[in-house]
């Protein structure tokens, strides 16, 4: 039975100065919507520039709207604009880190570049928990990632909900 997001409100957040400039398109962004409005999730995209506080706010803002999920897409590699794990960390108080290690296991037969990805996974303090889970700002990343993300956020809601293991 393949995985199903419905009725689970998924923030989509794209970090890049030039996308939010509309210097150049966002490409990440609709490719996570599109993947999780697949398995029906509910979902609420956004774009903000490479800032800590703009993206911990955008997240934390996304949470009070009702996201039970939150995925962003880049600034979690080395560059100095890279900022998405240090708005994260502070958010999450139960990390999840086999999380982003699936994802860069999955993708280092492609590239050890993904040995330089940052990204964090984590449950907040709120209640109900929201799940955060970064991503790098590549398709490739993106699409090896949408392979997962469905079963690995509906099982993980799930459970903090008190399903099943």
């Given at each position: 039975?393949?995985?199903t997001?419905?009725g689970?409100?998924?923030a989509?957040v794209t970090v890049?100065?030039?996308s939010?400039?509309?210097?150049r ?8 919507c599109g ?5 029906d999730a ?6 903000v520039p490479?800032?800590a ?5 955008v ?12 995925v ?11 900022v998405?794990?240090?708005a994260t ?7 999840l ?7 860069r296991q999955?993708?280092?037969?492609r ?11 984590g ?21 090896s990632?949408?392979e ?18």
């Amino acid at each position: 039975m393949s995985p199903t997001l419905a009725g689970i409100r998924v923030a989509v957040v794209t970090v890049s100065d030039r996308s939010f400039a509309g210097a150049r398109d966002d490409l990440t962004g609709p490719a996570l919507c599109g993947g999780l409005a697949a398995v029906d999730a509910h979902l609420s995209p956004r774009i903000v520039p490479d800032d800590a506080s703009a993206i911990a706010q955008v997240i934390e803002d996304a949470i009070a709207d009702g996201a039970r999920a939150v995925v962003t897409t880049g600034g979690t590699g080395i560059g100095p604009r890279d900022v998405t794990p240090e708005a994260t960390a502070p958010l999450i108080a139960v990390p999840l880190p086999g999380i982003p290690e699936l994802l860069r296991q999955r993708d280092a037969g492609r590239t050890p570049l993904v040995a330089l990805s940052r990204g964090l996974a984590g449950l907040t303090a709120h209640e109900p928990p929201a799940l955060i889970i970064n991503l790098p700002g590549s398709m490739s990343a993106v699409e090896s990632a949408l392979e997962v993300l469905p079963a690995l956020i509906a099982h993980a809601i799930a459970q903090v909900d008190g399903g099943d293991h």
